[in-house]
T-cell receptor
Framework: DQQVKQNSPSLSVQEGRISILNCDYT??????FLWYKKYPAEGPTFLIS?????DKNEDGRFTVFLNKSAKHLSLHIVPSQPGDSAVYFC??????????????FGKGTKLSVIP | GAGVSQSPRYKVAKRGQDVALRCDPI?????LFWYQQALGQGPEFLTY????????KSGLPSDRFFAERPEGSVSTLKIQRTQQEDSAVYLC??????????????FGAGSRLTVL
């Protein structure tokens, strides 16, 4: 039972255009949502997060939107650049009950930005 | 260190062999996590340490998997009698003490295990 779903395995966007990556979740106990970016042969690197009590968080070219009623979040990248080409993981944070907050990840979406 | 360091980066094992994967977290980071990432999947939680205490090992897939962090810094993930389904990238992540705001983990580059 996947609690965090990224239904698009891949996305291609022209340089300069907007990239929109989507994520759905099922667990209403998640308190934060995070996006990680991963290049080949590297570990995931943190990009941006949003609290479950907010509906938008912006950081430069990156904006995350949260729709709690729909249990849906999206990452907008504008303008998209070739260096943004990577796999993007949506992750959700929840208290595990064993003394830690855990991250639950989606399967990722591979973004290709075409020059 | 400046980041989370993992070794070896690549490991090929014959089925049935034991392997040990090492993680050197960011200096001073109290919390340490191990995740397993199979091909085409997202990282999945294996286990969590706070200092030397293993507080959560609910994600370990079988009793062939064992993790330790004896001095509260370096951690080792050991897999005994490896099977082909153990082939994956094993990611280590660390976080400073407490959680204020988002639970941001800093990941290492991972150890890619291939079991033949």
């Amino acid at each position: 039972d996947q609690q965090v779903k990224q239904n698009s395995p891949s996305l291609s966007v022209q340089e300069g255009r907007i990239s929109i990556l989507n994520c759905d979740y099922t667990n209403s106990m998640f308190d934060y949502f995070l996006w990680y970016k991963k290049y080949p042969a590297e570990g995931p690197t943190f990009l941006i997060s949003i609290s479950s009590i907010k509906d938008k968080n912006e950081d430069g070219r990156f904006t995350v939107f949260l729709n709690k009623s729909a249990k849906h979040l999206s990452l907008h990248i504008v303008p998209s650049q070739p260096g943004d080409s990577a796999v993007y993981f949506c992750a959700a944070s929840s208290y595990s009950g064993a003394g830690s907050y855990q991250l639950t990840f989606g399967k990722g979406t591979k973004l290709s930005v075409i020059p | 260190g400046a980041g989370v360091s993992q070794s070896p980066r690549y490991k090929v094992a014959k089925r049935g062999q034991d392997v040990a994967l090492r993680c050197d977290p960011i200096s001073g980071h109290v919390s340490l996590f191990w995740y397993q990432q199979a091909l085409g999947q997202g990282p999945e939680f294996l286990t969590y340490f706070q200092n030397e205490a293993q507080l959560d090992k609910s994600g370990l897939p079988s009793d062939r998997f064992f993790a330790e962090r004896p001095e509260g810094s370096v951690s080792t993930l050991k897999i005994q009698r490896t099977q082909q389904e153990d082939s994956a990238v094993y990611l280590c992540a660390s976080r400073t003490t407490g959680v204020s705001g988002a639970n941001v983990l800093t990941f290492g580059a991972g150890s890619r295990l291939t079991v033949l």
